[in-house]
Nanobody, 114 residues
Framework: QVQLVESGGGLVQPGGSLRLSCTAS???????MGWYRQAPGNQRELVAT???????NYSDSVKGRFTISRDNAKNAVYLQMNSLKPEDTAVYYC?????????WGKGTLVTVSS
């Protein structure tokens, strides 16, 4: 079992940047990793994923602004968020997946507001 802990959220002005981190309790190299988010009143949605091999995928709403990366040696996944918009405000969750196994962190809140 893998425990995931997100960090790096906070309050940022529109146009600003944040870097989220997700640290795992164990090795992540076998897992596909991802970031999801949930805004108030909305369903959880995919933000970005990165496969074991390093292939990435982004939702259209963040493409070109966010970058997902992983460091298997540190058991960590990152989400670099640039040009943030108020609609990016949400709780961001880290996910690790392998077949039917799936693990989630408790989330970190990102608020984009002036």
């Amino acid at each position: 079992q893998v425990q995931l802990v997100e960090s790096g959220g906070g309050l940022v002005q529109p146009g600003g940047s944040l870097r989220l981190s997700c640290t795992a309790s164990g090795s992540i190299f076998i897992y596909h990793m991802g970031w999801y988010r949930q805004a108030p009143g909305n369903q959880r949605e995919l933000v970005a994923t990165i496969t074991r091999g390093g292939d990435t995928n982004y939702s259209d709403s963040v493409k070109g602004r966010f970058t997902i990366s992983r460091d298997n040696a540190k058991n960590a996944v990152y989400l670099q968020m640039n040009s943030l918009k108020p609609e990016d405000t949400a709780v961001y969750y880290c996910n690790a997946a392998l077949g039917i196994k799936e693990y989630w962190g408790k989330g970190t809140l990102v608020t984009v507001s002036s």
